[in-house]
């Protein structure tokens, strides 16, 4: 398994660019519905053929934690001095999440511009995508592991079903848990 995926993607179609809109009449009232552009279908259909391949080519695993969530790291490569990488990600991020190969949905990505230059010649997108070390509302897997090896002793803990653990693993902050400790913690009977 391979623990980042490299990628380049040529720059996609903008947020203003991204999406149309067009007026239709339902129910004898009018209404504004959106679609996709032919540039942003043109760019999505290319990239994810791309993605699935270097997917494959670099023995990248999709991780199946909906709460597991990645850095994407990007240096941007603009042919214009003029352009704005906060209006690249949409269009790019859908496309990664159509292949169903590199993450769940795009919620899970954590992107972060590591520079901005200028290229006429090769306009492009340099990704570089890899799992972040914190895992739910701790600081890594070790912190974890201590955490629950506490839980397993907790009358709540009821083989993992605990809510508390649960949100925990899933990023939610509590204020039953306070620096890594649960004030809700009580013994289990069978303990005592």
Partial sequence: MSKELKLISPIPPSVNHYLGWRAIIKNKKPLVVSYETGDAKKYKKEFIKYVKQQVKEQNWIMSDNKFQHYYVDAVF????????????????????????????????????????????????????????DYIGIFKNNTRLEEFESNCVQCNRYRDGKCNLLIKSKEGRIQEEISEGVCKKYKESKERQ
């Fill in 77 to 132: 490569y603009f042919p214009r001095i003029d352009m704005d990488c906060n209006n690249c990600w949409k269009c790019m991020f859908d496309a990664i999440t159509d292949t169903c190969m590199v993450w769940i949905d795009d919620n899970q990505a954590c992107e972060r511009v590591q520079g901005i230059y200028y290229d006429t010649k090769n306009p492009r997108i340099e990704l570089t995508i890899h799992k972040v």
